[in-house]
């Protein structure tokens, strides 16, 4: 199994977005996990609503810490946030998708970041379907 580590600062609300639309929509052999640095008490609640009116529950999910173990067992890492925010050190593989934080949005807006990383995440899916982890990397 292939897992694909979703990383943001608080893991609160795009790094788990971004795992729950992996994991809904994973192709075959891959899974997806998120961690944050300086991990939250809990999902945001405009995120729970958000992935809600997708069909899809993270209401039980909780942030995580991003450990050196997590990071190894990942095949390749995405940073939802800004690199500098969430230095990943020990994954193979990594993109940086620099993804504006929604937690203090108004809801509409936060909808836009949502549907932001549901079209990253269906484009990384789609990539890792048709190619090697290699070139959809870029290394």
Not at 22 to 50: C, D, I, M, Q
Not at 83 to 112: F, H, Q
């Amino acid at each position: 199994m292939r897992i694909v580590l979703f990383i943001c600062v608080e893991n609160s609300f795009r790094s788990q977005i971004a795992e729950a639309y992996f994991n809904v929509y994973a192709p075959e052999g891959w899974r997806a996990v998120s961690a944050g640095l300086t991990p939250a008490e809990s999902v945001h609640p405009n995120a729970v609503k958000l992935m809600l009116e997708e069909g899809i529950d993270i209401s039980r999910k909780k942030p995580q810490l991003m450990t050196r173990e997590l990071q190894e067992n990942a095949y390749m890492a995405v940073i939802v946030c800004s690199g500098s925010l969430c230095p990943v050190v020990y994954s193979k593989y990594i993109e940086e998708w620099n993804i504006p934080d929604p937690a203090g949005m108004p809801l509409e807006e936060a909808r836009e970041v949502r549907n932001l990383i549901k079209g990253r995440v269906l484009n990384l899916i789609e990539r890792l379907r048709e190619k090697d982890v290699q070139t959809v990397c870029g290394v």
